[in-house]
């Protein structure tokens, strides 16, 4: 497994990707300490990436439905407002 540094990463980001697409891990590291470890992606990793892409349609679904409806308030604070005034 290979090192780079921050600064080789933002000074040299094609040659990283050419790395890591030849199958390459590499450490990153920050001021000498490692930060994360870059790799190319596997079959278990894209079913990650696709739960999270099925979490993000989910929220638009969402959003659309609250966009859709009238609510009884404006924003967060007039609720939080009505909750602490109802006693």
Do not use: C, H
């Not at 891990?25 to 470890?37: E, F, H, Q, S």
């Not at 604070?77 to 009505?82: G, N």
Request: glycine share 4%; net charge positive; no cysteine.
């Amino acid at each position: 497994m290979g090192t780079i540094t921050a600064k080789q990463l933002k000074q040299k980001t094609g040659d990283v990707i050419k790395r890591i697409k030849s199958g390459e891990r590499l450490t990153l590291t920050y001021r000498g300490k490692p930060l994360a470890v870059i790799e190319p992606t596997t079959e278990k990793n894209l079913n990650k990436l696709n739960k999270v892409s099925d979490s993000v349609k989910a929220w638009e679904r969402i959003e659309s439905t609250l966009n859709s409806t009238n609510p009884e308030f404006k924003n967060w604070r007039e609720a939080t407002e009505w909750v602490r005034n109802r006693n």
